[in-house]
């Protein structure tokens, strides 16, 4: 016998035979885990069915194929949930059979299981941190990190809870039958929350309540199997597990039905996560249909109606931010959530006198998509950075002087487009979001400032913005419904509206005056979820859009109109032409023949361009990318868009996929991977006469741009050389690759050589807007020298917008630069404030300033003067150029602009960027205590002290991330503090 101290061991072949012993049994019970997870998923089908319409929810049919899919989706998710329990299970038997400690093992299972969680869990405390407000407060990051890290203890703690039940002693059965049932009971509650808490918003909180409801149903009905001491045949539990597994895999091999996906996507949170995840294209053969339509030649762009006479000396455009369709007439009922009749006495008076537009569309459902492309009258996918012209410097060649009165949103961050709307505008006034109340005040002196002068003004509101302004804090208590919140901000905006008009009219003549009253997205106050612009739904793009013409009666429109038209409105009562270059078409016309049978096809996007809709005739068709769906509904009959017709008529169906192509060719680029496609495409190019292209000219254009056929490359260089047209030459640089701007920079140069002085200032009126690629030279320069000399500074402009985009070479343009700013400073030519601004800010954009000092110090002395202009926009220009020209010994007179509390804010902007690249260290104390005292320099603060890298601004820094109510801003301020501690690390150090 062994000594009574020594313990026994047992012989390595008991050890072996131990652990094969222990793996059978786990894996017996993981094969019939298998089982309760098919069984699962079956059970979460008939919960996700039944369910919505129990609790009063609606729900979209499904036929047998749809429920099939639907079964097979959760399937995947309760096979999902069993792997990973069965991963945990039999790591955990291993180590236990290796270390035989059941405590250690139990925790090493539960920290495995919150392992899993560890991802979804960051993904719920993003979503539920993603809301309009409680994103911009400072300690959302502290905020995530925490949510995220309770739901991964909390799914530790549940783990070690399931795995100390399981190895419990044995207790009585009426205790052995309760545990599955209270699984079962919690797996309800998790589904019912998915179905009532906040349905259509945070989509990542609902899935994960999904998941939950997956796994608790896995566990209910894994535990009643062993309650019930069920012993399936090895047979059955391998038919049963492989009859599971097979239903997995449907959704890889299930057909690519439309409806069927988009059926899917609106059912469940799992379905549409899972499909979005899947590939996803447009319904083969769309393209091809477009492509088989032959199109005439383009139309010529139609003369204003000019019926009447109808031009107004001034012109005012109020933007309301977030203005619901429906809480104004005449998309108003008496049961709408944006509003009742009671909420706006003033403007339901003022409005009688206006032509109201009842089914108007956003091209976005978020501001800073939706804005750019309402100002320059574009489609959503295209570049409002690159493509038309700012709509200040539009009405300013009308005659009319743009001065703007906008919260402090529009003057950070500037590199946004939303954030570029203010450019061109002669004057800016900006009013606190804390006190919107002096937007009255703010937009009375503005106007007073111009009285008597043909004005054009635009007033952007933000009362019915979450989180709904209300006026100063009275201590009131909340609505309790958000519709009722939504109500209250409505009420204070009619109030906010009985003041400012009849400012505007004490100034500007109402029989002088056109006005134009507009919404930039829509709202949503519970009626599918909270905030905007993550659908294209009605509640998210359509908006209220009303126009009040001098000497005209009111009267309402029931034609499908859009934003994109406004720009186009606006110029015509400005007295404009109609501009090829506008994708909308004025309402001047609609209003003088409302019941005119032309139907137009509106295109209308989500905030982030991930979901598309198209709008015609009160017929809506949306297409989900990611996931393939797509749906059609009546908007007369199914205003809520409850019912999907999509599949119903398939020729509808075609003709509307037909029209989104047509306007958004993107859509279907996948398809040119069809040779029929591609070969259809190349002989529509070979087809087209350059002197007379067809009416879709720029559909192939951009179909050919995306093609990697050669032969569609060599047909878009063939048509660029031969057109005499600028307008298709400019459209076809527009879409030139990145890669390929080279070799067209060479093609430019050799046009230029072929062409007039006269075609080509057309060419350049047109190619400036494209953004091309730099092919300027000597000969370029020479007809630019010749422009100077001989032309008005009219035609400048177009010049000076191709520079621009090109950060011209100092060596080449600044002696035509420095021309133009001694000829528009001589006082012999009128003032031109756009083109004067437009050479300021070339000279800003040169590179490579190696002329002698004299001519460089010759040119700076030119611009200083410039820095006290009473243009903001021009103020602002000087203030850069002479950044770029190095004049420290000017940076005095920045500086005192800076200190100017009434100077413009552009310029002020420009001049903290300017005093930076000038003095470095010696600006920051400067900097810093101009940008503590007045929050909306903050930003511009931030990112110049950024270039500088100095620890001395650490501290304002610090104070920017802890304090400023702006959520980018203080993002921008913690990346520059990390930027500058990450040098002082590695040893770089910081400018002191």
């Known amino acids: 016998m062994l000594p009574a101290s020594e313990p026994l061991k047992d012989p390595p072949s008991a050890r072996r035979t131990s652990l094969g012993l222990r793996i059978a049994a786990t894996s017996t019970r993981i094969v019939a885990g298998a089982g309760a997870a098919a069984i699962a998923a079956a059970w979460l089908t008939v919960v996700d069915r039944e369910l919505p319409g129990l609790l009063g929810a609606p729900a979209s049919s499904l036929g047998s194929n749809g429920l099939a899919a639907l079964a097979a989706l959760h399937g995947v998710l309760a096979l999902g949930v069993w792997l990973v329990g069965a991963a945990a299970v039999l790591v955990g038997t291993l180590v236990e059979t290796r270390w035989r400690r059941p405590r ?26 993603s809301g309009d407000w409680i994103r911009e407060q400072p300690w959302v990051p502290e905020l995530r990190a925490g949510l995220a890290g309770a739901l991964a203890i909390g799914a530790l703690l549940f783990a070690r809870i399931v795995v100390g039940l399981r190895s419990m002693p044995e207790v009585g059965p009426k205790r052995r039958a309760l545990e599955p049932a209270g699984w079962l009971a919690l797996s309800i509650l998790a589904a019912v929350a998915d179905v009532l808490v906040l349905p259509g918003l945070y989509q990542a909180g609902h899935l994960i309540l999904r998941v939950a409801a997956a796994v608790l149903a896995v566990l209910a009905f894994s535990r009643g199997a062993a309650v019930a001491r069920l012993a399936l045949p090895r047979v059955a539990t391998a038919l049963l597990c492989g009859s599971a597994l097979a239903l997995a895999l449907v959704p890889v091999a299930w057909p690519r039905d439309a409806r069927l996906r988009s059926d899917l996507v609106l059912t469940s949170p799992v379905a549409a996560g899972l499909l979005r995840a899947s590939s996803a294209a447009m319904p083969r053969g769309t393209l091809r249909a477009v492509l088989s339509r032959s199109r005439s030649a383009r139309a010529v762009p139609r003369a204003p109606s000019r019926a009447n006479g109808v031009v107004a000396k001034n012109v005012v455009l109020i933007v309301v931010d977030s203005l619901r369709a429906d809480a104004l007439p005449p998309a108003r009922t008496e049961r709408s959530l944006g509003g009742r009749r009671k909420d706006t006495p003033f403007l339901n008076r003022w409005l009688k006198g206006f032509a109201l537009f009842r089914h108007a569309y956003a091209q976005s459902g978020r501001t800073r998509t939706s ?68 937007a ?93 612009g993550y659908s294209v739904r009605e509640p998210d793009v359509r908006v209220p859009l009303a126009v009040r013409l001098p000497g005209k009666r009111g009267l309402v429109v029931d034609r499908v109109v859009g934003n994109i038209d406004i720009v186009p409105t606006l110029v015509e009562l400005a007295g404009g032409a109609p501009d090829p270059e506008l994708r909308g078409r004025s309402l001047v016309g609609v209003i003088e023949s409302p019941r005119s049978t032309e139907r137009r096809s509106y295109l209308v996007a989500t905030g982030d361009l991930d979901g598309w809709g198209l709008v015609k005739d009160r017929e809506k068709l949306i297409y989900d990318p990611e996931s393939g769906a797509l749906y059609r509904y009546d908007l007369r009959e199914d205003p809520k868009e409850r019912r999907n017709l999509f599949g119903h008529d398939p020729d509808r169906d ?48 951009r179909l050919a741009a995306r093609s990697t056929a050669p032969d569609h490359a060599r047909e878009l260089e063939r048509l660029f050389r031969e057109t005499p047209d600028p307008a298709l030459g400019a459209a076809i640089v527009r879409e030139i690759p990145q890669k390929g701007r080279a070799r067209w920079a060479g093609l430019l140069r050799e046009k230029m050589k072929r062409l007039q002085d006269r075609d080509v200032e057309r060419w350049v009126a047109e190619l400036a807007s494209a953004g091309p690629p730099d092919f300027g030279g000597a000969g370029l320069r020479r007809r630019l020298d010749r422009v100077v000399n001989e032309r008005p500074v009219s035609s400048w402009l177009p010049w000076l917008r191709l520079l621009a985009g090109w950060r011209p070479s100092a060596s080449v343009w600044a002696a035509p630069l420095g021309r133009m700013l001694e000829r528009l400073g001589s006082g012999r030519t009128p003032r031109d404030v756009q083109t004067l601004a437009a050479v300021l800010d070339a000279i800003a954009s040169c590179r490579g300033f190696r002329s002698p000092r004299a001519d460089v110090d010759a040119l700076a002395a030119a611009v200083e003067p410039f820095v006290d202009d009473e243009e903001g926009q021009v103020g602002a220009a000087a203030c850069r150029a002479l950044g770029t020209l190095g004049a420290r010994e000017r940076a005095g007179r920045i500086e005192r602009r800076l200190l100017d509390p009434a100077a413009d804010p552009r310029t002020r902007q420009a ?61 921008q301020a913690r990346r520059v503090i990390a930027r500058i501690e990450a040098r002082g690390r590695s040893g770089g150090g910081g400018r002191n």
């Open 104 to 129: 250690a093992v139990r925790w090493l299972v539960s920290a495995l299981v919150a392992c899993a969680a560890l991802w979804p869990s960051a993904r719920l405390a993003n979503s539920l941190t």
């Open 371 to 438: 804005m750019p492309h309402m100002f320059r009258s574009l489609q959503p996918f295209e570049d409002a950075g690159r493509n038309g012209a700012p709509l200040a410097e539009r009405m300013a060649a009308l005659g009319r002087t743009p001065v703007a009165v906008v919260p402090p949103y529009f003057l950070m961050p500037r590199d946004d487009e939303a954030h570029r709307l203010i450019e061109g505008f002669k004057e800016v006034a900006v009013y606190p979001m804390e006190r919107q109340e002096e």
């Open 440 to 532: 009255v005040e703010r937009a009375r002196r503005v106007l007073e400032a111009f009285r008597g002068r043909p004005v054009f003004a635009w007033i952007h509101l933000y009362a019915v913005h979450y989180p709904y302004y209300t006026g100063p804090e009275t201590g009131r208590r909340p609505a309790r419904t958000e519709s009722g919140q939504y109500r209250r901000a409505l009420r204070w905006l009619d109030h906010h509206f009985s003041e400012l008009i009849p400012a505007i009219n004490e100034i500007l003549p109402p029989e002088d005056t056109a006005i134009v009253l507009a919404a930039d997205h829509g709202q949503r106050v519970g009626d599918g979820g909270t905030g905007h």
């Open 654 to 701: 075609a003709v509307l996929l037909a029209e989104m192509i047509e306007l958004h060719p993107a859509l279907a680029t996948s398809e040119l991977q069809d040779p029929e496609t591609l070969d259809l495409l190349t002989r529509r190019l070979r087809r087209v006469r350059p002197s007379a292209p067809p009416g879709d000219i720029g559909l192939l254009v």
């Open 911 to 971: 001049a903290i960027h300017a005093l930076v690249k000038l003095e470095g260290e010696q600006a920051v104390e400067l900097t810093t205590r101009v940008a503590d005292a007045e929050q909306a320099l903050a930003l511009d603060a931030v990112r110049a002290l950024g270039t500088l890298r100095s620890t001395s601004a650490l501290p304002f820094l610090r104070r920017v991330m802890e304090h400023h109510p702006h959520r980018y801003t203080r993002e």
